[in-house]
């Protein structure tokens, strides 16, 4: 008696197609949110002005934190930020360092900070900075932190690349499998 091979369901494809969707999907979401984010380590408490050591090239970002810790001290000011007038200043060269809008919007919330993105800058050689900020208008308000550096993420992209290399995996399996499984059904007709 001969055993009857059944082919796998058309059905196979859709499942692996959604699994490929899903895994996608995933990445998308993990490249996109800073995983085990090291916030940045400058901190300003202001209105107010201070100078800082930046120790390499690059681009940097500035936070605005509206919940932040100093020392002792919890800030918990919320959002949104009232309108500020801020410039940051080269040390080394007297120069006015050009503030712009971030390219896109990040954010942090780890170890009782949270922060949003607020200005990028670039600079092109490490040493001495002055960032100064205050209110518009000269209106007063609530001391506010604000955090400058390269937001870190540590993991997300591993993880992200992971999930994608394994979701295509499955997926083709699914595919192929159904493929070569109903041809050679097929064949045997």
Known sequence: MEKVVRAPR??????????????????AILLHTPRNAVP???QIIVPG???FYLPEAGKY???????????????????PLSPMLAGLQSQQYYAEIEL???SR???????????????????????????????ADDVSGPDLVFAIGKLETLGATPVGLGTLFGTFSISGL???????????RKNRN
Do not use: C, H, W
């Not at 196979?12 to 990445?27: D, P, S, T």
């Not at 699914?174 to 050679?184: A, F, N, Q």
């Open 105 to 135: 919007r990040r954010g942090y919330g780890i170890g009782g900070r949270a922060g949003v993105s607020v200005f990028e800058f670039e600079i092109e050689s490490s040493g001495n900075y002055i960032f100064f900020i205050k209110y």
């Open 174 to 184: 699914i595919i192929i499998r159904t493929y070569l499984k109903r041809e050679k």
């Open 61 to 79: 970002t500035i936070f605005y934190e509206y919940l932040s810790i100093i020392g002792d001290k919890t800030y918990s000011t919320g959002l």
């Open 40 to 42: 940045p380590e400058i």
């Open 10 to 27: 058309r059905s196979n494809y859709v499942i692996g197609i959604a699994v490929l969707m899903v895994g996608l999907a995933l990445f």
């Open 100 to 102: 712009s809008r971030p």
């Open 49 to 51: 002005a201070k100078e």
